[in-house]
């Protein structure tokens, strides 16, 4: 059974740094793609950012370019990082972790079919 378990979440002030981590379990080879997903109380998930095993980071959404970095890495690639820099109260929410193994585009949303249990950021001062 495919598990990702996420961690690195907490609460920081704006302009603070948080390092996410997610580890995959479980899977007979590993994930072609792997992605971060956010969502903010009252508003809907969203893609934050995503890597391909092979060519790296395919994805990041506007408003964490030059902030956030994907990168993934460990035994079979079977952790992903999420390093994020200069965070500002609009990153706040539950970040996710995800998991599509077969699938041709890392921004095909709809095929990441593993899912972690998420983990909180807080950004306030």
């Known amino acids: 059974q495919v598990q990702l378990v996420e961690s690195g979440g907490g609460s920081v002030q704006p302009g603070g740094s948080l390092r996410l981590s997610c580890v995959v379990s479980?899977?007979?080879?590993?994930?072609?793609?792997m992605a971060w997903f956010r969502q903010a109380p009252g508003a809907e998930r969203e893609a934050v950012a995503s890597?391909?095993?092979?060519?790296?980071?395919?994805?990041y959404t506007d408003s964490v370019k030059g902030r956030f970095t994907i990168s993934q890495g460990g035994e079979n690639k079977n952790t992903v990082w999420l390093e994020m820099r200069r965070l500002i109260s609009e990153d706040a929410g539950t970040y996710y972790c995800?998991?599509?193994?077969?699938?041709?585009?890392?921004?095909?949303?709809?095929?990441?079919?593993?899912w972690g249990q998420g983990t909180q950021v807080a950004v306030s001062s």
């Open positions: 995800a998991a599509a193994f077969r699938v041709i585009d890392c921004r095909s949303w709809t095929e990441y079919s593993y």
């Open positions: 479980g899977a007979a080879s590993s994930a072609k793609c």
């Open positions: 890597t391909h095993i092979r060519y790296g980071p395919t994805f």
